[in-house]
């Protein structure tokens, strides 16, 4: 029984960290819309965005005086 407790709360500490890591990207909808999706990594936003725009990519948001405004990213 502590042995398998001990492993959870080991994968547990793994696990948390990497929740911490991630960042805010832009991408564009299916109705021109620019919006954001936190993800790990450009990849997972990707793969995960809601209703990508099949020729949109996304662009990490980087600082705190970036913002989403209308269909424009600004900084």
């Known amino acids: 029984m502590k042995k ?6 080991l994968a547990a500490l793994i696990a ?17 819309e620019v ?6 990594d450009a990849n997972t936003a ?9 020729h949109s ?3 990490l948001i980087s600082g705190s005086n970036t913002n989403i ?3 424009t990213v600004t900084q």
Request: hydrophobic share 50%.
């Open 16 to 32: 948390v960290p990497a929740a911490g890591f991630a960042s805010t990207f832009a991408y564009v909808n299916t109705s021109g």
């Open 35 to 40: 919006t954001s999706i936190e993800a790990t």
């Open 46 to 54: 990707l793969r995960t965005a809601p209703n990508m725009d099949i």
């Open 57 to 59: 990519g996304v662009m």
């Open 4 to 9: 398998t407790l001990g492993i959870f709360a």
């Open 69 to 71: 405004v209308g269909n």
